[in-house]
């Protein structure tokens, strides 16, 4: 009797769960969307132009991507040095301390027969 589950029923609640939650989905992302325009339209903002190429200008405070590039390779160069290490393996002992812990599994099973 396949535990007198009532299929029909339960495919419909099954497919009325997804639909609403993609459903929800798309109103979720049309929400953003309608966020975004809204956000861009009260500061002005305008959607970039792809090819419109950039002029870039030097100032005294903004150095151009070229002279950006070359100061941060020349910062890695100069800050990223590593120190030379002995390629030998060394492999030390070190003695186990007592630990209360360790001593609990001894007397776990001791059965007291009185």
């Known amino acids: 009797m ?3 589950i009532n299929w029909g029923f339960a495919l419909l609640v099954t497919g009325i769960g997804i639909g609403t939650v993609f459903m929800l989905l798309i109103v979720l992302i049309w929400i953003i969307n309608l966020q975004t325009k809204l956000t861009n339209a009260i500061n002005g903002e305008k959607k970039p132009v792809a090819a419109t190429p950039v002029a870039s200008v030097t100032t005294d405070t903004h150095p151009t991507p070229h002279e950006q590039a070359a100061i941060a390779m020349a910062m890695h160069l100069y800050f990223d040095a590593h120190d030379e ?3 030998v393996i060394t492999i030390e002992e070190v003695e186990r301390r007592y630990s209360p812990w360790s001593s ?3 007397s776990m099973r001791n059965t007291v027969i009185k």
């Open 2 to 4: 396949m535990l007198a």
């Open 85 to 87: 290490e002995p390629h």
């Open 104 to 106: 609990k599994i001894y």
